[in-house]
């Protein structure tokens, strides 16, 4: 009896299987007998192309252009028949421009060999997905690419966690022949134990031996990796991180003799909308049933399934115990597969979300974070706009406090807190930005304009991922900054017009009395020994007495004093009004060339410092035209930031290099640059913001009056109608730009 029940069972479960398989392979073939792309009108898209004449007549010679397919789905499979992603493009630019294409497949020729043949221009004419290098720029003209593919790594849902390929130390990781990560994998990571899959089929080879335990991990592209789990139903794998490569840009490759038809196909593919590209990626990246069963074969469906009735029936009561735990076993085998799908779909969605905004972010930084793990992605652009490398700081939310600026963390940290307490779950288009100053490996602070939204939350509506972007935004505060520079110029400038005025009359009788005083005593004339004999003093006795007082040094003092004043006041009235000295053309390089000269023969500079000891680079373009303007007050301009940057560097230590000028002369279309740099130790953020405003220094009292580039700043500006910026790295070097217009309105 037990066997009996044995057989009988057996036989169940092989028709039950016979069944299954006949429905399976009715209705796989009837979906590929059906199979097209809707959606997409290549009359409209047609509509958008310009073909120019060249192109146009290469299209009439009525070219067979053979193109060379291999198997890496779903972007080309030669399985059956040719197909995919790539020969969906092909087919849709045959239908729009009337080209015949001719396939032949890797079983008909290898991929050394197809590359020989296109680089003769004989056999193979075409490849239709490879990324672009400059080995195979040399005999191969490219399409713009129209795709693009992260790399992911792919591991079993139940394997420890991964977070990128430092996880991955010393365990076994599965690539393909001939990968095109495989140098960079072995150079990067030496630790990693690869294994090279050499079969007819590697990609899906890699994926089985990760599924089966062979190996701990593979490495491929996400889109690849999406069809294969999905199509050969690989439900225990999972994309477990990204693998922080350059993504892998597709394009066409076409022999380098045939431009036009290079053009051609990246016309078309510009012309494509995002409804379009979607048509033709939903179409192998998603899963379709379509049923197509006949009368007969419903029949004989329905005779098998009376007979498994039947016999059901016959059975019930004998297993029904048996049967019982097992659809208990199952359905808890079940919840627990469907828990792992429902987890495994969402980390393909994050994938898929990332790898959505990474396209449309292109220049940006993208950054994702997840609140309940407190992990946070960071694309290798945020990193890269820094000057960091991907990896160079732990992907935590600590990495984005730690590097930016001290005094707008407490500030930014609540705009993100106040967004996430306010969130409404209703509206996923509420978004927040901030801007905040972030640090650079070379030590500056550049201004970033931070974007994000909550693309997910919980059922109780708390936010659970936030993801944005980061831009770099410096060019344009610097902008700002420097129109607010202006206004305040200006408005400091009528003030000290008033100053000035106002000051002078009490300056001139200070310095008109103290030489007064200083004649009448110290000059031997008759009308001073007249007086002092009338008062029974000699004149001598008197200076005598004034010495041994100090009488005199006092009164140089107060003139000492008296001339600075009135030098500052010379100054400050150079804000408010423009030189009544002429103007005409002069050679810019002259009038540096005489600032340098007069420099190095500065009496107060030499005191401080041998201005002959600094290297003076010159870098100047030849065959400048010479610019209108006064020519006395551009030389002054170039003399102050020559004594500044001398007077600077005396205070840096040069363990190597030597002090030195670089002296950069270039012109545009309607003006002339002229650059002063130094390798001092350079200014920091907070004095370059302030460093072109009336009385500021940073040098000792009575070393400096602080209006020397103050009226620098004004001459350019005002006198002559330019612009005069600083950039600087702190402890290496500061760099003044002067921009001059050829003609300028005096």
């Known amino acids: 009896m037990k066997h009996h029940f044995k057989t009988t069972y057996s036989c169940f479960i092989f028709i039950c299987l016979f069944s299954l398989l006949n429905i399976l392979t009715i209705s796989t073939a009837s979906s590929a007998a059906k199979k097209r792309i809707d959606g997409i009108n290549p009359e409209s898209i047609k509509q958008r192309i310009k073909l120019s004449d060249a192109e146009a007549a290469w299209l009439k010679q009525d070219k067979t252009v053979t193109v060379r397919v291999g198997n890496w789905p779903p972007f080309m499979i030669t399985e059956n028949e040719v197909s995919g992603i790539s020969i969906d493009y092909l087919d849709l630019i045959a239908s729009i421009h009337g080209i015949k294409f001719k396939y032949v497949t890797q079983d008909e020729i290898s991929w050394p060999e197809a590359l020989k043949s296109i680089r003769k221009h004989d056999g193979i004419d075409m490849v239709p997905a490879i990324q672009q290098s400059d080995d195979r720029k040399d005999f191969m003209s490219f399409s713009i690419p129209y795709q693009t593919l992260p790399w992911v790594i792919v591991t079993r849902d139940d394997a420890e966690f991964v977070g990128g390929l430092n996880d991955l130390e010393s365990k076994t990781v599965s690539v393909q022949d001939r990968f095109i990560l495989q140098k960079q994998i072995e150079k990067q990571y030496p630790n990693l134990n690869l294994r090279i899959i050499k079969t007819r089929t590697p990609t899906l080879d890699s994926l089985k031996d990760v599924a089966t335990k062979e190996v701990y991990a593979t490495i491929n592209a996400l889109p690849v990796v999406v069809y294969f789990i999905k199509h050969y139903g690989l439900s225990n794998l999972k994309v477990a ?40 990626h939903n179409t192998w990246l998603s899963v379709n049933y379509e049923p197509g069963i006949s009368t007969t074969e419903a029949k004989r469906y329905a005779f098998f399934g009376l007979l498994t009735l039947f016999i059901v ?85 600590k990495t984005w406090l730690h590097l930016m600026h001290p005094d707008d963390r407490e500030r930014a940290s609540e705009v993100v807190t106040a967004y996430l307490d306010k969130f409404p779950s209703d509206d996923l288009k509420s978004i927040f930005s ?98 002092a004999e009338k008062h029974g003093i000699e004149l001598q006795q008197i200076q005598d007495y004034m010495d041994d007082r100090e009488i005199p040094r006092m009164i140089d003092g107060i003139r000492t004093a008296g001339n600075r004043a009135a030098k500052i006041v010379s100054n400050m009235l150079s804000f408010s009004r423009q030189s009544e000295k002429e103007y005409s053309l002069h050679e810019i390089t002259n009038l540096l060339e005489k600032a340098i000269d007069l420099s190095a023969s500065d009496y107060n500079l030499e005191k401080l410092y041998d201005f002959r000891q600094i290297n003076i680079i010159r870098e100047y373009e030849p065959q400048i035209p010479p610019i209108y303007c006064e020519g006395t007050e551009i030389q002054q301009v170039f003399m102050n930031l020559l004594k500044n940057g001398a007077e600077a560097m005396r205070e840096k230590d040069y363990d190597q290099d030597s002090p030195q000028f670089i002296c950069r002369i270039r012109k545009t279309a309607r003006a002339v ?74």
């Open 241 to 280: 991180a990204p693998a922080k490569f350059d993504a892998l840009e597709l394009s066409m490759g076409i022999r380098n003799d045939w431009p036009e038809l290079v053009s051609i196909i990246s016309k078309t593919i510009q012309a494509m909308s995002h409804k379009d590209v979607a048509a033709i």
């Open 313 to 397: 029936i016959g059975l019930f009561v004998t297993i029904n115990r048996t049967l019982k735990k097992k659809i208990a076993q199952r359905t808890k085998a079940l919840i627990a597969e469907l828990d792992e799908r429902e987890r495994i779909q969402r980390n393909l969605k994050i994938s898929e979300e990332r790898y959505d905004m990474a396209l449309r972010a292109v220049s940006d930084g993208l950054w994702d974070w997840n609140l309940q793990t407190n992990e946070v992605y960071y694309s290798p652009r945020y990193f890269e706009m820094l000057g960091y490398e991907p990896d160079e700081f732990p992907h935590e939310y």
């Open 434 to 531: 901030q801007e905040f100053r972030m640090l650079t490996k070379a030590g500056d602070w550049k201004w970033i304009l931070s974007r994000g939204r909550v693309p997910e939350f919980d059922k109780q509506g708390k936010p659970v991922r936030l993801i944005g972007t980061h831009m770099d935004i410096t060019e344009r505060k610097n902008t700002e900054q420097l129109m607010v520079q202006t206004e305040k110029m200006m408005s400091i400038g009528g003030l000290a017009a008033g100053m000035a005025h106002e000051i002078n009359n009490p300056l001139a009788g200070i310095l008109g009395h103290s030489q007064n005083i200083r004649n009448r005593l110290f000059s031997k004339t008759k009308a001073n020994i007249r007086t």
């Open 673 to 746: 640059i002229v650059e002063i740099e130094d390798n001092g130790p350079g200014i920091d953020y907070a004095t370059r913001s302030r460093i072109f405003e009336p009385f500021y220094t940073t040098k000792d009292v009575g070393k400096g009056t602080g209006l020397g580039l103050s009226v620098s700043y004004f001459i350019i500006t005002s006198h002559h109608n330019g612009s005069m910026s600083v950039d600087s790295s702190p402890g290496n070097w500061t760099r003044f730009t002067i921009r001059i217009p050829f003609e300028c309105t005096s």
